[in-house]
């Protein structure tokens, strides 16, 4: 089963169901109608640029390698930062974060709908939705965290803008399935104001985290993701 509809610059086109589509009355002159739009996200192991002397395969299968402290308790801090734990050199947690998609422009989404709003109110974040199309990743993953920020963001960062939409649960090794993810209230919140009353356009972003521990699996693979958000838009009509 998949989500996506036909895309556009790797962004899902809108759907508007007229099943969901509401009418408030003629007297009030406002309407609302309620699509979905999402895309896909791709996390690799490969982000995690670990070095390959770090990876020990004595065992028979790609391990953490468990490197002794040097003297004074010191452990490498590039490329990978360490800390010394009981006399072995243990990697810092980890982060993974990848953009999903493109750039959606709400505008252009809601353009399909300019027959019925004259303009638009109010957009707010109804649902968020998560399904892992495959999963190759030989470590479990930490809870997922989506965010959305302004178009010209280019990372995880809240100096750019970025916000937290919702977080989805951690995903075991090789795991598939599909959920609700938790929406962030604040967040879904602020992403309305800015998408009515600043920029229709923004970016999600997804981030994870992992701790590696010397001695255990090594991480290997790719995370495929599909994320949706079911949007409401409140208008006046034309």
Not at 3 to 29: D, E, H, K
Not at 109 to 128: E, H, M, P, Q, W
Not at 179 to 184: E, H, L, Q, R, S
Request: hydrophobic content about 45%; some cysteine; charged content about 15%.
């Amino acid at each position: 089963m998949s989500w996506l509809l036909p895309t556009r610059r790797g962004v899902l086109l809108p759907l508007l169901l007229l099943s969901s589509l509401a009418l408030t009355g003629c007297l009030s002159n406002s309407a609302t109608a309620t699509f979905p739009v999402g895309s896909e996200v791709h996390l690799s192991s490969a982000e995690l640029g670990l070095p390959m002397d770090l990876r020990d395969t004595s065992s028979g299968s790609a391990k953490v390698a468990s490197i002794p402290c040097q003297p004074m308790n010191v452990c490498p801090t590039t490329p990978v930062a360490m800390a010394c734990v009981a006399g072995v050199c243990d990697p810092e947690p980890m982060t993974i974060p990848a953009q999903v998609g493109g750039v959606i422009d709400f505008e252009a989404l809601i353009s399909g709908l300019d027959t019925l709003f004259a303009n638009v109110r109010s957009i707010k974040v109804l649902s968020l939705d998560y399904m892992v199309v495959s999963n190759t990743f030989t470590l479990g993953v930490e809870p997922v965290e989506v965010f959305w920020a302004p178009a010209g963001a280019v990372e995880v960062d809240p100096a750019m803008g970025a916000r937290l939409l919702g977080t989805m649960p951690a995903l075991a090794a090789m795991a598939t399935g599909s959920g609700a993810v938790t929406i962030d209230a604040a967040g879904s919140g602020a992403l309305s104001s800015h998408v009515v009353g600043t920029d229709p356009r923004i970016k999600l972003f997804v981030r994870t985290g992992l701790d590696l521990d010397p001695g255990g699996v090594f991480p290997e693979g790719d995370l495929e993701l599909q994320v949706r958000m079911t949007v409401r838009v409140e208008g006046t009509l034309l």
